[in-house]
């Protein structure tokens, strides 16, 4: 009987494969694709206000598996730490959903969420935060049920706030174990200064200062309707989640200590650009860069984007890449990245890893290939392969519901206008060579350029012996010695 079974279901893969190469030309070139309609999802499609005016964007998925996943978004975040208290924003973030609440402790509510096979998570970034539920489409209304309670009347049971405050204390400690983390304390202090908020404050003292008290109150502030946002994702029928919807998040109303989170503010630094070195015993060095950028709703925006995405975020194909990767073998990657810049205009950003003794060098490589997009127009060629490909690619950051329904409220809480990205690939289209060359010439001004390299001062500053040049005359800007900080209080080491 088995070999009957197994004879017949060789007949069958052997006819399938004989009729399915049948239909396989003979070259690749061949092959024959049906076009891609791809329509931009628009956001009032999705939207309903709730009851309480709070904003929800629901993205139905009705022949998905059975899972629903609902997202309650917060403005709010790191840039309302009271000052001695930074990290607090941090610590909220992390237990609201761990630290148990007023009906459940923590242990209850794990142990429920576990047997319904279900995932709620938390945190909370520089401005906004969120808290996450992952449940199966018939648990949906217990599960959103522990969501409310963590959102409305979390407990921030003791034991749990002192492991997370013990951890972040251990993270502290280690600050200077890696360039990589050592960099992300030194940059943003020569982009923004030493007590903005998007600088890294944080300290052994303000963990030690925060209390379970200041944990309740934060949130009591936060709490309010016009602070929140709601993307709802999975197997659902949309008026019934609607109505559900409506009789939880929908119901939330402000207490008397909450308000609307204020705005983010903006940095007043006056940064000073330079080649900022920074002195670790390590064997590998991280450089990294900066130009000021521009907003995401700057008209010159898309020139912008096209431009570093040939430069350097446009992954193998980018220049640097080609450059610094592939051609000479000096790291595994280097990228840039320009910022959207929702509160403040963002920045154009540059990094990668490499030897010590490699770091003027690649500095050379790098800014050699920037002067070139100033220099020489795109090709024709070029341009076209750069645009198709960021046109090709955009429907991909559509993949899937959540990721709908998450770019909808994240838009609302950055403030950009509503449906935005509906004209993006005829305005990548549009763009020119001389636009691209424009904003070459108009973004990578190297005396504004702020250069970091943290690495072994001694081999970094001399250069590679085969590529003759100094990391000072790399980039012909003021060189600056950068202290390590020390890592508990980040006060500058002698």
């Given at each position: 009987m088995n070999r009957l079974v197994k004879n017949a279901a060789l007949g069958v893969v052997l006819s399938a494969s004989c009729a399915f190469g049948q239909a396989i030309p003979d070259r690749p070139e061949k092959l024959a694709y049906p076009p891609l309609t791809f329509q931009v999802p628009k956001a009032k499609d999705a939207k309903v206000l709730l009851k309480n005016k709070v904003p929800a964007w629901l993205v139905a998925d009705p022949k998905g598996v059975p899972l629903v996943r609902v997202t309650v978004w917060w403005r709010g975040g790191a840039y309302m730490d009271p000052a001695g208290k930074e990290g607090l924003a941090s610590l909220f973030g992390s237990q609201l959903a761990v630290g148990g609440t007023q009906k459940k402790d923590a242990a209850a509510v794990e142990d429920r969420l576990e047997a319904l096979a279900a995932t709620l998570s938390s945190s909370c970034g520089p401005?906004?935060?969120?808290?996450?539920?992952?449940?199966?489409?018939?648990?949906?209304?217990?599960?959103?049920?522990?969501?409310?309670?963590?959102?409305?009347?979390?407990?921030?049971?003791?034991?749990?706030?002192?492991?997370?405050?013990?951890?972040?204390?251990?993270?502290?400690?280690?600050?200077?174990?890696?360039?990589?983390?050592?960099?992300?304390?030194?940059?943003?202090?020569?982009?923004?200064?030493?007590?903005?908020?998007?600088?890294?404050?944080?300290?052994?003292?303000?963990?030690?200062?925060?209390?379970?008290?200041?944990?309740?109150?934060?949130?009591?502030?936060?709490?309010?309707?016009?602070?929140?946002?709601?993307?709802?994702?999975?197997?659902?029928?949309?008026?019934?989640?609607?109505?559900?919807l409506n009789r939880t998040v929908g119901a939330v109303a402000a207490g008397k200590a909450a308000r609307p989170s204020p705005k983010v503010p903006q940095p007043d630094f006056a940064r000073k650009p330079g080649l900022y070195v920074c002195d670790k015993d390590a064997p590998q060095a991280m450089l990294q860069w900066a130009f000021p950028g521009m907003r995401r709703s700057d008209p010159d925006w898309y020139p912008a984007m096209v431009m570093n995405h040939v430069l350097g975020g446009g992954g193998f194909t980018a220049r640097l890449m080609k450059k610094i990767?592939?051609?000479?073998?000096?790291?595994?990657?280097?990228?840039?990245?320009?910022?959207?810049?929702?509160?403040?205009?963002?920045?154009?950003?540059?990094?990668?890893?490499?030897?010590?003794?490699?770091?003027?060098?690649?500095?050379?490589?790098?800014?050699?290939?920037?002067?070139?997009?100033?220099?020489?127009?795109?090709?024709?060629?070029?341009?076209?392969?750069?645009?198709?490909?960021?046109?090709?690619?955009?429907?991909?950051?559509w993949g899937s519901r959540q990721a709908v329904a998450g770019r909808f409220a994240d838009e609302q809480l950055a403030?950009?206008?509503?449906?935005?990205?509906?004209?993006?690939?005829?305005?990548?289209?549009?763009?020119?060579?001389?636009?691209?060359?424009?904003?070459?010439?108009?973004?990578?001004?190297?005396?504004?350029?702020?250069?970091?390299?943290?690495?072994?001062?001694?081999?970094?500053?001399?250069?590679?012996?085969?590529?003759?040049?100094?990391?000072?005359?790399?980039?012909?800007?003021p060189l600056s010695k950068l202290p390590l900080r020390d890592p508990l209080t980040l006060k500058p080491l002698p």
């Open positions: 401005t906004s935060g969120s808290l996450y539920l992952q449940v199966q489409e018939k648990d949906l209304a217990e599960g959103l049920d522990l969501l409310v309670q963590a959102l409305t009347q979390p407990a921030f049971a003791q034991d749990r706030l002192d492991l997370a405050k013990k951890s972040a204390r251990q993270a502290l400690e280690r600050r200077n174990d890696a360039v990589t983390s050592i960099t992300q304390i030194q940059f943003p202090v020569l982009l923004f200064g030493e007590t903005f908020f998007a600088t890294e404050r944080t300290t052994a003292a303000s963990l030690d200062a925060i209390t379970r008290d200041d944990l309740l109150a934060f949130h009591a502030g936060l709490l309010h309707p016009a602070n929140l946002a709601v993307s709802v994702s999975g197997r659902f029928e949309r008026k019934a989640m609607v109505d559900l990767r592939s051609d000479e073998g000096l790291t595994y990657g280097v990228r840039t990245m320009l910022g959207e810049g929702p509160y403040w205009r963002g920045d154009l950003v540059g990094n990668l890893q490499t030897k010590n003794r490699s770091v003027a060098y690649a500095l050379r490589l790098a800014l050699a290939e920037m002067q070139r997009l100033k220099d020489e127009p795109l090709t024709e060629a070029e341009l076209t392969s750069v645009k198709d490909g960021l046109v090709e690619a955009f429907p991909a950051q403030g950009w206008p509503e449906d935005w990205w509906v004209d993006y690939r005829e305005k990548v289209k549009a763009v020119t060579a001389a636009d691209v060359q424009r904003m070459a010439k108009k973004l990578l001004d190297t005396e504004k350029m702020v250069v970091l390299a943290v690495g072994k001062a001694s081999e970094m500053e001399p250069g590679d012996p085969d590529h003759a040049g100094s990391l000072p005359d790399a980039a012909k800007l």
